[in-house]
């Protein structure tokens, strides 16, 4: 039996002035969810993006005390105006359906926490991360089995939601009928509204928070971390719908801000239309298209020439040849591969994504393979047979779909051709990935069976350098032990970066393996040899860990090592002209004279082609011009220099470069979308990374 007497006496009720005041009740749910919303978004919020500690993929961290009490202080009043607005309509609510304050109050704590926490939950996929941690513990520790099996079932993301809402009914009925009887006692019924809320609180209220999510929006360090927080997201989202005027989607709170907030064809990232004189992208004016030069592959008749080998590094530096580390060499054999070969020293990633990397690297375009000849299609044509062999899960991004990987014909081989090799746990498509071992064992079993008397091309992927960069099983070639996933952090980047290295010399011995492979065949001689990263990696280099969040050295240029010597390039080369330079030097077309552009400009950017944060050319020499979306500002790597846009392109000496940036990007915005018009096909979503 429940004592109620006992229980009104610990909450004191009829006499605290906390439970005896219907108003004390509704501010204090309101200030109870608040304050778990606050607590539980904090955890998450640094458990993802390390948001006050820095981190992988972290571009701004709030590191010293003032950013973070900012942050934190701006958070609590956002939850706390939105909250405290959804608790004022319930308990409106609830006072006409004469619904006793205590129970109305329970209701909204619990639902709202429960709210809270399934939306959390599916926002930052706990479920998710728990579900692969919790299998690989399984499988390590029990080896598999039935109950392995059982738990790997229960611990299915979709389950797990059912089961949570299942424990919260129950806690809900059986909490619902405590407070009923607790209920029983009178609480004074208060009208709405109450007194603490006027109408005046209600206009400083709004007034507050217009003021302070304007100062945020005109503010990148503080828009970086508040438009994480679910509370502030949605507040702006509703300003910013409110004052989209002409609806192109574009309001006064979102960033950039509309120049031209009563024309519908004028806004931030709108399609730049070619000569119709107006300037939708507010950017260089109004672009002026120029029909591309024909596509080299259709100047280049197919003919079979040497076989290709064509291996391709996950998140690799281009800093790696010659290395050492507790004085062993790091990449012995890629090393080696460049002394007798030849290495391109200025070679570069686009994007800094590995799908986008990749699918640049076999369609040729960063404009969904804009006439251009897919370089499988091509190597068909030239009388290839054609093997694929990779580490991931090529299904990711659609890889293999989009490059012809998969074609009918075509030897495909890829994690998803060997799960029960998984290095990890989990199925889920971006955490698919295999050893280097296994995937050399593939290479050696396919290179074995194939006809080398027919021209072959292999590609490889080896995904041993992707973050954390090591996984179970992994060899300690140059280290005793890798860094532990929770201890990597800024102070501890010597383990870090020798974990990392170590991971690229586990790469770097699958390379060799493969290389003695087709020696012992007797085609080494005859085959082309390429090696080359999907994209570079920061190592707390300006204190940033990952990759794909800015537009530099460290992050996006890449090892780009072929072993035929003599292969001068005086030229920065992006991924798009990987195929073409592949072809030329397998076929013996290759001209040094070609390749000695350097004022050549590769185009690179952060985000996706239509709604970049980042957009940059990088030209022979590591000579950069960058154009930052978030502030409107330009940088220039030779003057170390960062320049308001608009002032920047008044400038005489600037202005050449910046408009040599927004045609490239224009140009190739316009390909992509007579590309995507052409096949019908939706254009792609904002760049995503396997994790």
Not at 285 to 297: C, M, Q, R, S
Not at 603 to 630: A, W
Request: charged share 20%; aromatic share 12%; no cysteine.
């Amino acid at each position: 039996m429940v004592n109620l007497e006992a229980i009104k006496k610990v909450l004191k009720i009829g006499e605290h002035p906390l439970w005896s005041s219907t108003t004390g009740l509704h501010l204090t749910s309101v200030l109870i969810v608040v304050f778990f919303l606050q607590i539980f978004e904090f955890l998450l919020l640094q458990r993802k993006y390390s948001l006050f500690t820095g981190g992988f993929l972290q571009p701004y961290s709030y590191l010293n005390w003032s950013d973070r009490a900012a942050f934190l202080g701006l958070g609590l009043w956002m939850d706390l105006v939105l909250i405290g607005s959804m608790g004022t309509i319930w308990f409106w609510f609830t006072n006409r359906r004469v619904t006793r304050p205590l129970v109305a109050a329970y209701f909204f704590i619990f639902s709202g926490l429960s709210v809270i926490g399934f939306w959390l939950a599916f926002k930052f996929k706990v479920l998710t991360y728990f579900n692969d941690t919790i299998n690989f513990l399984i499988v390590r520790n029990l080896g598999g089995g039935n109950i392995g099996h059982v738990l790997d079932y229960i611990t299915n993301e979709a389950t797990m939601y059912g089961i949570s809402i299942l424990i919260l009914g129950i806690f809900y009925w059986i909490g619902l009928h405590l407070v009923r009887k607790v209920a029983d006692v009178d609480v004074a019924i208060s009208r709405f509204p109450p007194n603490w809320l006027k109408g005046w609180l209600i206009i400083v209220t709004i007034a507050v928070t217009v003021a302070l999510s304007w100062m945020v929006n005109s503010d990148f360090s503080l828009r970086y971390g508040l438009k994480k927080k679910s509370s502030y997201e949605l507040i702006s989202t509703i300003l910013n719908q409110i004052t989209d005027i002409d609806r192109d989607g574009y309001g006064l709170f979102d960033f950039p801000t509309d120049s031209s907030p009563l024309d519908p064809v004028i806004y931030p990232g709108a399609l730049d239309r070619p000569d119709n004189g107006i300037d939708e992208d507010g950017y260089g004016g109004d672009f002026h298209w120029i029909t591309p030069e024909p596509d080299p592959f259709a100047q280049l008749p197919p003919r079979a020439g040497k076989n290709i080998l064509l291996i391709v590094l996950e998140s690799t530096r281009s800093d790696l040849l010659g290395l050492t580390l507790n004085d062993k060499p790091v990449t012995p054999n890629i090393t080696a591969l460049a002394r007798q070969g030849s290495s391109i020293e200025y070679a570069y990633s686009h994007t800094g994504y590995t799908v986008t990397s990749l699918t640049a690297i076999f369609n040729r375009s960063l404009a969904f393979g804009f006439e251009r000849i897919l370089l499988a299609d091509f190597l068909e044509k030239s009388g290839y047979s054609l093997s694929f062999i990779s580490g991931q899960d090529e299904s990711f991004g659609e890889v293999s779909s989009t490059t012809g990987m998969n074609a009918p014909g075509r030897y495909f081989f890829d994690a998803r051709s060997a799960l029960e090799d998984r290095v990890y746990a989990s199925k889920d498509s971006a955490s698919l990935r295999l050893s280097e071992k296994r995937v050399v064992q593939e290479f050696k079993r396919r290179a074995s069976e194939v006809d080398w008397n027919h021209p072959q091309f292999f590609y490889t992927n080896l995904q041993a350098a992707h973050f954390p960069y090591t996984h179970p099983g992994m060899p300690t070639l140059l280290i005793d032990q890798p860094i532990p996933r929770s201890e990597i952090n800024v102070d501890n980047r010597s383990w870090l970066e020798a974990t990392y290295w170590n991971a690229v010399a586990v790469a770097d011995q699958a390379v060799g393996s493969m290389i003695e492979h087709l020696k012992k065949l007797g085609v080494y001689e005859q085959t082309l040899v390429m090696v080359i990263a999907d994209h570079g990696e920061s190592l707390f280099d300006d204190r940033f860990l990952g990759h794909g969040h800015a537009l530099n050295q460290s992050q996006t240029r890449i090892p780009l090592i072929v072993n035929l010597p003599g292969v001068e390039v005086h030229s920065a080369v992006g991924q798009i002209d990987v195929a073409d330079l592949l072809m030329r030097l397998a076929t013996n077309r290759f001209k040094n004279a070609d390749w000695n552009r350097k004022e050549n400009p590769v185009l690179q950017l952060v985000g996706s082609l239509d709604n970049p944060q980042l957009i940059g050319t990088v030209s022979y020499g590591e000579i950069r011009t960058i154009l930052d979306f978030r502030t409107r500002r330009v940088y220039f790597s030779d003057l170390d220099l960062w320049h308001e846009f608009d002032m920047a392109w008044k400038n005489p000496s600037l202005k050449p470069r910046i408009k040599i940036l927004i045609d490239l990007w224009e140009k190739t915005r316009w390909e992509n979308h007579l590309a995507h018009q052409k096949t019908g096909k939706p254009r792609p979503p904002e760049q995503s990374e396997p994790h």
